[in-house]
Nanobody, 125 residues
Framework: QVQLVESGGGLVQAGGSLRLSCAAS????????MAWFRQAPGKRREFAAA????????RYADSVKGRFTISRDNAQNAVYLQMNSLKPEDTALYYC??????????????????WGQGTQTTVYS
């Protein structure tokens, strides 16, 4: 079992930056595809970014491409989401997710078996 704990969310002005962290415990994440999803108030949870085991490949939702960067440090058993040029529409609860096995950067919630509790990011104009 992998336990995931997100941190780093907060209140930020539009145009600002935040760095989210996801700390994993229980097992090493070196063979897990890791991803970030987000859920805005009144909306369904949506994919934001994903990264392969080694970190050599990434995938982003169109809405965050060019502004967000996902990275990982397997030695620290952690994943990060650097968020720049934040917009009010980025306001959401951000979740870290993990998928064991096949190294495919899925956009589907159902493909990820492990989830954190989320960290809130609020962007004001």
């Amino acid at each position: 079992q992998v336990q995931l704990v997100e941190s780093g969310g907060g209140l930020v002005q539009a145009g600002g930056s935040l760095r989210l962290s996801c700390a994993a415990s229980g097992r090493t994440i070196s063979r897990y595809v890791m991803a970030w999803f987000r859920q805005a108030p009144g909306k369904r949870r949506e994919f934001a970014a994903a990264i392969t085991w080694s970190g050599t490949s990434t995938r982003y939702a169109d809405s965050v491409k060019g502004r967000f960067t996902i990275s990982r440090d397997n030695a620290q058993n952690a994943v990060y989401l650097q968020m720049n040029s934040l917009k009010p529409e980025d306001t959401a609860l951000y979740y870290c997710a993990a998928r064991y096995g096949m190294e495919y950067l899925s956009l589907l919630e159902s493909d990820y078996g492990y989830w954190g509790q989320g960290t809130q990011t609020t962007v004001y104009s």
